[in-house]
């Protein structure tokens, strides 16, 4: 049974059938929100990064929310080979001890845990990061707007209510709630439209780095908002996974390039708060010239519990942390398979396997 599944728009297939997918046609790389799901892609980060894109010398945007921008920052360090393997290390083997008379940690406490370890994992080696010959990288954040500017008890639920309703009614409504903001290296231009929604964009510094980040990441009430982040506007700031879930952005690749897109599944869903609405998980233009990876959904039910690891393991095995880091070690070995079909797939450069985005 095949592991990997390569699914492309139709500017990208017949892109490929005229050319194969060589590494100097890539132009930009997402990275989904979506936790524990992204440590399957870990052996294709290590491959694509550590190995074949190496064999070309463009500029390539980098645009993530979430776990998503956290991999792809970690591929802006100089050894990214190494870079990966402590990130999957060490994202495995989190482990979140509660104090005595506690069910749970708070948002704030969490958050806390969280800084610290991205003050340890990217202490001291930002600027690898915002210097990156190549690399541009884009983090993109929801920051919220009138009721939802500050993050409070009341407030917060009230907001994502409101925001909830009106994006059932039209995505763009949800501008009105939260807009999209996005940190960029230093002098990158966007390489996507934001016609589709209300955005802004700011420099990604060393003052704001791991702030931005841990904004990219805060999951509304598990984790706390960041307020008023330094060289941006004032507000409260969450997992940029709520504006857009997977990225399903208006690209626009430089020179008629490629949007290469290692995913844990077909469909580009909008938003967060469209995983829902089927409806919404259909392509459109804007993924005309993207090629997306994925695993395919029958070998995915092999991996331990059937499914990809995600953030309910947390609870499934808030008992037995052990458990939890075993089966997700086995899995992320198993993902070995992605990148070595992509590997045998590149070098036989055959465009009849690839299926329709």
């Not at 190494?82 to 979140?96: G, K, L, N, T």
């Not at 210097?131 to 639920?157: F, Q």
């Not at 390489?191 to 589709?196: A, I, L, S």
Request: charged share 25%; proline share 7%.
């Amino acid at each position: 049974m095949k592991a990997l599944r390569i699914y492309a728009g139709p500017a990208a297939r017949r892109h490929i059938e005229a050319q194969g997918l060589r590494p100097q046609d890539v132009r930009t790389i997402p990275g989904a929100a979506g936790g524990p799901k992204g440590l399957i892609l870990g052996p294709i980060d290590r491959f694509v990064f550590g190995e074949w894109l190496t064999q070309s010398s463009q500029p390539v945007h980098l645009v993530g929310a979430s776990i998503g921008a956290w991999r792809l920052a970690t591929a802006c360090l100089g050894d990214p080979v190494a870079a990966f393997e402590r990130f999957e290390h060490d994202y495995v083997r989190q482990q979140f001890e509660v104090p005595p008379g506690q069910k749970r940690l708070s948002p704030h406490q969490l958050s806390e845990r969280f800084a610290e370890s991205l003050q340890a994992f990217y202490g001291g080696r930002i600027g690898e990061v915002l210097a990156h010959p190549r690399y541009r990288l884009h983090v993109v954040t929801s920051r919220g707007r009138h009721i939802l500017g500050r993050e409070g008890r009341a407030r917060t639920p009230v907001g994502y209510l409101g925001a909830f309703a009106s994006n059932s009614v039209h995505r763009k409504t949800l501008g009105a709630w939260l807009e999209r903001c996005v940190f960029s290296t230093p002098g990158a231009e966007l390489p996507f439209g934001t016609r589709d929604f209300r955005t802004r964009q700011h420099a990604l510094r060393e003052d704001n780095f791991n702030l931005v980040l841990q904004a990219s990441c805060s999951i509304p009430f598990l984790l706390a908002a960041v307020h008023d982040i330094p060289g941006a506007p004032r507000g409260a700031y969450w997992d940029g996974g709520i504006t857009d879930y997977h990225l399903h952005l208006d690209y626009q690749p430089a020179d008629d390039g490629l949007v290469l897109y290692p995913h844990f599944q077909r469909a580009v869903v909008p938003g967060w708060l469209d995983k829902g609405l089927r409806w919404r998980h259909k392509s459109t233009g804007f993924l005309d010239r993207m090629v997306v990876l994925a695993p395919d959904p029958d070998w995915v039910k092999a991996l331990p519990n059937g499914k990809l690891p995600d953030r309910k393991d947390f609870i499934h095995f808030q008992n037995d942390a052990q458990a939890r880091i075993a089966a997700w070690t086995r899995a992320t070995r198993e993902a070995q398979r992605l990148s070595d079909e992509l590997r045998e797939w590149l070098a036989r450069g055959s465009a009849a396997e690839i299926l329709p985005l």
